[in-house]
């Protein structure tokens, strides 16, 4: 029996349930990395749910495909091949993540789980200070 070729949406189902992370969860970091996405868009991208007239499955764009990786903690260039998009070559931020991730991995599990939670508190201060920012802006014009 053949089997049925993966989607970019079972893909980012597979590597969103993967990080543990929540359709919200991956949204809110789409957001805070300047790509905003809704909830209810991942989820048709997930779902593979035609929004075209030719019934073709939700195609992200590449800014958002980029996004995803980073937002499920995957290499762009993975993304960027399971959305059936033309590779392209490496920037200076790619291969920090290989490197980290490199290092990650190597660590024992113990001192994986210290490392991530000390990432993640990294990321919500900067979340925090992205909002406030937005909230003086916002303030500040209004």
């Given amino acids: 029996m053949e089997q049925k070729p993966k989607t970019f949406g ?5 590597k969103r ?5 929540s359709l919200q969860a991956v949204a809110d970091r789409m957001t805070v990395a300047g790509h905003p996405i809704s909830k209810q868009r ?6 593979n749910k035609p929004r075209t007239k030719g019934g073709r499955p939700p195609r992200p764009t590449e800014n958002q495909v980029e996004a995803i990786a ?4 995957v290499p ?5 091949l399971a959305a059936g998009l033309s590779t392209r070559h490496p920037t200076a931020n790619d291969l920090k993540q290989g490197r980290l ?4 991995n190597e660590l024992p599990a113990d001192q994986q789980a210290a490392a991530l939670a000390m990432i993640e508190a990294l990321w ?5 200070r992205q909002k406030a920012e937005k ?7 209004g």
């Fill in 70 to 73: 980073k937002a499920v903690f």
């Fill in 10 to 14: 079972d893909w980012l189902r597979e």
């Fill in 42 to 47: 991942l989820n048709d991208i997930e779902n």
């Fill in 17 to 21: 349930a993967a990080a543990g992370l």
């Fill in 124 to 128: 919500k201060q900067q979340h925090s």
């Fill in 76 to 80: 762009i260039e993975e993304a960027r």
């Fill in 101 to 104: 991730l490199a290092y990650f």
């Fill in 135 to 141: 909230y003086e802006k916002k303030a500040r014009s």
